[in-house]
C-alpha cells in the first residue's frame, strides 16, 4: 500500500525554523506531484505548497511565500518542507501529500500523510 511518512513537527517559538521531512513508498514517486496541505482546529483545509513530480517547479501560498521553500530528493523518495520566520498563524497540522497533477486544491490529492503537529508560540 502506499505511505507517506511524515516527521519534524513540534514545538517551535515565533521566528524559529522547522523542516518536515515526508517518506514516501508504495508508489512511483517520480510520477506524482507532492504537496503539503495545513489544517488549523476549526478551520478547512489550506493548501500550502506543491512541487513537481522532476522538482524543477514550486508554488506556494500567499501567506508563505518567502518563508516556506518546498523540495523533493527523487533518489530517496522524500518531500521536504522547509519553514523559516515561523508565525502562530502557521500552528496547524501539516499533511503530505501525492497528486497525479499540480493543484491547489486538496481534493486533487489522492494519498495522504498522517500528519504532523506544528506549533509556533508567541
Known amino acids: 500500500q502506499v505511505q507517506l511518512v511524515e516527521s519534524g513537527g513540534r514545538l517551535v517559538q515565533a521566528g524559529g525554523s522547522l523542516r518536515l521531512s515526508c517518506a514516501a513508498s508504495?508508489?512511483?514517486?517520480?510520477?506524482?506531484?507532492m504537496g503539503w496541505i495545513r489544517q488549523a482546529p476549526g478551520k478547512e483545509r489550506e493548501f500550502v505548497a506543491h512541487i513537481t513530480k522532476s522538482g524543477s517547479t514550486t508554488d506556494y501560498a500567499d501567506s508563505v511565500k518567502a518563508r516556506f521553500t518546498i523540495s523533493r530528493d527523487n533518489a530517496k523518495n522524500t518531500v521536504y518542507l522547509q519553514m523559516n520566520r515561523l508565525k502562530p498563524e502557521d500552528t496547524a497540522v501539516y499533511y503530505c501529500?501525492?497528486?497525479?497533477?499540480?493543484?491547489?486544491?486538496?481534493?486533487?490529492?489522492?494519498?495522504w500523510g498522517q500528519g504532523t503537529q506544528v506549533t509556533v508560540s508567541s
Open positions: 501529500a501525492a497528486a497525479t497533477a499540480n493543484s491547489r486544491s486538496s481534493s486533487s490529492y489522492y494519498y
Open positions: 508504495g508508489l512511483t514517486f517520480t510520477s506524482y506531484v
